[in-house]
């Protein structure tokens, strides 16, 4: 696997799901309003932190196991456990049924039953997909999820479909997109063997923790507590905050989803020399795109949040602050934690992602009474900060951590180059539509790359991944 072009192509690949979502979310947000909209966060929150109980660790584990040997057995003992916990979780949604849907504001959970099986085959097949290194073409599945959902979902709400319309397209978006993918896996189905059973859940039981972290989890645990002791509307606003400050991250998520297979690769093959030299550029690639927006983000966070999504989600201007900051600690995590991960060390992964939970549960209940979804941000990233510090300590007891200083200081210097011309254009032109406030980010981006290739040393670097992606260039 060519490792940078395949990055350029999942991250391409995920710059147009990305597109495509925030479109959508832009969307559901003027046509429902903050407290419907709401409703349906909640909804994604069950899915999502159900979906978690049925996985058990095992998805990773399966990319993992694949990745080393590529054994038919994997893929049938993936499925009978994954089958076994899906029947145990249906059994505690109809049990907590009305539960459920006073959670959810609307009789929902009867959805939850049927949404979770495409919605499990589908990461099922993406992490096979991973394992034999087509990793771009697990990509794709995930981009044509994401692109039918919006389109699917923009039409039942056009037609006042509502919520239950959005639900509808979560099923059939996965539905599709398991089609596509299921033709593109070679692994074969094979019988369910006792010793693969151990190996995956020897795995998955360690890594069960950590995947709360490592993966879109955790991203809904502070939701999922907003929505206890919070409105529908105060959860559509914090969510909102939260999708814009997630599509940072988009690199750095397409580099760690795309170098987990390869290194867990090459340590099955004993060859940590390669891990260790691909780990100081991977770590400020990660990092590029990151600084720049947090910058953007704390001078015109409530533009973004005011004109774009409507007012109504202009409460959450502080709380989109605070986890534009939290981006540092997690685009490190993102790459460290998967290198911990791919070199089988899944136990003190899920060490530190313990330390998150322990830590994130209290922060958010005691903060989120205190000072609302301010107070969510704020447990979150102190929590995330904390498992991030934990996951280096632990990986340096394999891998040599280092940065490019040089590489980093330029980034930053870039950066804050950047944000004081953008100060000094708001005193020249006052944001106050879309418009202008699209011109802005347009401009500080623009500024920020033309401070970013000023320097000799970003410019052979950049241009060096270029000629590597593009060889008659």
């Known amino acids: 696997m060519d490792i940078k072009k395949t990055i350029f192509g999942v991250f391409s690949t995920r710059l147009i799901s990305m597109l495509f979502q925030s479109l959508g979310l832009v969307y559901f947000a003027q046509e429902l309003g903050a407290e419907k909209l709401g409703v349906f966060i909640l909804f994604q929150t069950c899915l999502t932190l159900l979906s978690l109980a049925a996985d058990f660790g095992v998805d990773d584990a399966i990319e993992k196991r694949i990745s080393e040997q590529n054994h038919s057995a994997t893929l049938g003992s993936a499925l009978l456990l994954k089958s076994s916990f899906l029947i145990f979780i249906s059994i505690l949604i109809i049990l907590f049924s009305n539960n459920i849907n006073d959670y959810i504001g609307q009789p929902l959970s009867h959805f939850l039953l049927i949404a979770l099986i495409p919605n499990q085959l589908r990461i099922i097949i993406m992490r096979t997909l991973e394992g034999e ?281 870039s950066s804050a180059c950047m944000g004081v011309l953008l100060l000094i254009l708001n005193t020249i032109i006052y944001i106050n539509s879309q418009i202008k406030l699209i011109f802005a980010i347009f401009l500080g981006a623009v500024i920020y790359f033309t401070f970013l290739l000023s320097s000799s040393t970003m410019r052979e670097q950049v241009l060096s991944n270029v000629d590597d992606l593009i060889p008659f260039m």
């Open 133 to 413: 290194l087509k990793v771009q073409r697990a990509a794709n599945v995930s981009l044509i999820q994401n692109v039918l959902f919006v389109l699917i979902g923009a039409s039942f709400v056009y037609f006042n479909f509502g919520v239950r319309g959005l639900v509808y397209s979560i099923i059939m978006s996965n539905l599709i997109s398991v089609t596509f993918g299921v033709f593109g896996i070679d692994t074969e189905l094979g019988m369910p063997s006792k010793a693969m059973l151990k190996s995956l859940v020897k795995f998955g039981s360690h890594n069960f923790i950590a995947s709360i972290v490592h993966t879109s989890v955790y991203d809904w645990l502070d939701t999922l507590l907003i929505g206890l002791f919070l409105t529908q509307s105060h959860v559509a606003a914090y969510e909102v905050a939260w999708k814009v400050a997630s599509m940072i991250m988009l690199l750095s998520s397409a580099i760690a989803d795309t170098i987990f297979p390869q290194i867990s690769h090459w340590d099955a093959q004993g060859n940590r020399e390669s891990i260790q030299n691909i780990l100081p550029n991977t770590l400020i690639t990660s990092l590029v795109i990151v600084f720049p927006a947090i910058v953007g983000g704390v001078i015109y966070g409530r533009e973004i949040l005011h004109f774009i999504f409507g007012s109504e989600f202009a409460i959450a201007n502080t709380a989109l602050v605070i986890l534009l900051l939290g981006k540092i600690p997690e685009g490190i995590d993102r790459i460290l934690g998967r290198f911990l991960l791919a070199i089988d060390e899944s136990k003190l992964a899920s060490y530190a992602a313990g330390l998150f939970i322990i830590l994130n549960i209290p922060l958010n209940i005691i903060l989120i009474n205190v000072i609302g979804i301010t107070g969510a941000a704020i447990a979150t990233v102190t929590s995330y900060s904390a498992n991030t510090a934990l996951t280096a300590y632990y990986l340096n007891s394999f891998i040599d951590l280092r940065i490019n200083i040089t590489q980093l200081i330029i980034t930053l210097v």
